[in-house]
C-alpha cells in the first residue's frame, strides 16, 4: 500500500516535472522564433495582440486535453476540415518562421550550387514533407 502511493506519487511528479520541461521548451520556441511579434507586424495589427496569443493558449489547452483523455468525439466533417486547416496553418507557420530566422533555403541553395533553382528547392521539400506524412498516416498508423 505505502509502495504504491510513493510509487503513484513519483509518477505524478515526474509527469509534472516532464510537462513543464516541455511547455517550457514550446515558449522557448515560440518566443525565440519571435513568431507572434512576427505575425502581428506582417499582419499590421498590433495593437491586438490577443487575437494571436488567445489561440496559441487555447490550442495548447485543448490539445493537452484531447491528449490525456480517451474521449471520442463525432465532430461533423465540416469542422474536422477546420481543424485541419487551423493545425495546418500553425506547423506552416512555424515551419516558415524557423526558415526565416535560420535561412536555411539560401544557405542550402548555395551549399548545392542550386541558386537559380530555388523554387524547385523548396517545391522538392514541400512534396516531400507531403508524401512522407501521406506514407505514415496510409502505411504506418494502424487504426
Do not use: D
Amino acid at each position: 500500500m505505502m509502495i504504491n502511493m510513493l510509487s503513484l506519487f513519483c509518477q505524478i511528479l515526474i509527469g509534472f516535472a516532464s510537462g513543464i520541461a516541455v511547455g517550457g521548451g514550446f515558449i522557448a520556441l515560440l518566443t525565440m522564433l519571435k513568431i507572434i511579434p512576427r505575425l502581428l507586424q506582417l499582419s499590421k495589427n498590433s495593437n491586438n495582440s490577443r487575437i494571436f496569443i488567445f489561440p496559441i493558449i487555447i490550442g495548447t489547452l485543448f490539445g493537452t486535453y484531447l491528449s490525456f483523455t480517451h474521449n471520442q468525439y463525432n465532430f461533423p466533417l465540416m469542422i474536422l476540415v477546420l481543424f485541419g486547416i487551423m493545425q495546418g496553418i500553425f506547423t506552416g507557420m512555424l515551419a516558415a518562421s524557423l526558415a526565416e530566422v535560420l535561412n536555411v533555403f539560401p544557405i542550402l541553395s548555395r551549399r548545392i550550387r542550386l541558386e537559380r533553382h530555388i523554387k524547385t528547392l523548396i517545391m522538392a521539400v514541400v512534396f516531400g514533407k507531403m508524401f512522407g506524412s501521406l506514407f505514415q498516416w496510409l502505411v504506418l498508423v494502424k487504426f
